[in-house]
């Protein structure tokens, strides 16, 4: 199975802030890597699909970026409703999700 | 609008059978797939497997022998059953809607399952 590691595991950003968020794959995934957003006690929502395409409804200071083993999320200016654990998620092949980023507010 | 919602049983006992409802609206199962996800409290998610369009399965390799996905295009439902049941299987368990252009959009509320000892 590809394997997802996601880094910082943990972020602490103030609003208004850019912020980047990492995930990495232990082989080539072809841009077949969604972003989720859960927020505590809720579902996961899709923000992002195939590396950079924005799910419709969701604000475009979320984009997303990347190529081969390596991808990004980036929010352009950190709200404070973004609090919550991001997900990075690929479809490649057999579906694996990474452990999740926690974003916190300053 | 697009909506899936999870019923099944709060708590289990180990050694048995889960037996969970995924009921969708706003689209159909034959245009669709639907997948099963899961949460073990304050973990990551794992993906269980899938029930694509066409009625086909494909199962996570490490829950394959224990799980069963099937459904009812009639009365827009797809069920999950995983027997054998054990403590590590608690967790809350989502189904999801398979998508052509984004594998997997659609969420579930998702339902909180415990398994006792």
């Known amino acids: 199975d590809i394997q997802m590691t996601q880094s910082p595991s943990v972020l602490s950003a103030s609003v208004g802030d850019r912020v980047t968020l990492n995930c990495k794959a232990s082989q080539n995934i072809n841009k077949y890597l969604n972003w989720y957003q859960q927020k505590l006690g809720e579902a996961p929502k899709l923000l992002i699909y195939?590396?950079?395409n924005l799910q419709t409804g969701i604000p475009s200071r979320f984009s997303g970026s990347g190529s081969g083993t390596d991808y990004t999320l980036t929010i352009s200016s950190l709200q404070p409703e973004d609090v919550a654990t991001y997900f990075c998620f690929q479809h490649n092949s057999w579906p694996t999700f990474g452990s999740g980023t926690k974003l916190e507010i300053k | 609008q697009v909506q899936l919602k999870e019923s099944g049983p709060v708590l289990v006992q180990a050694s048995e059978t889960l037996s969970l409802t995924c009921t969708v609206s706003?689209?159909?199962?034959?245009?669709?797939?639907v997948i099963w996800v899961r949460q073990p409290p304050g973990k990551g998610l794992e993906w269980m497997g899938i029930i694509w369009r066409n009625g086909n399965t494909d199962y996570n390799s490490a829950l394959k022998s224990r799980l069963s996905i099937n459904r009812d295009t009639s009365k827009s439902q797809v069920f999950l059953k995983m027997n054998s049941l054990q403590t590590d299987d608690t967790a809350i368990y989502y189904c999801t809607r398979e998508s052509p252009h984004a594998f997997m959009d659609a969420w579930g509320q998702g339902a909180s399952v415990t398994v006792s000892s």
């Open positions: 706003g689209f159909s199962l034959t245009n669709y797939g």
């Open positions: 195939n590396t950079n």
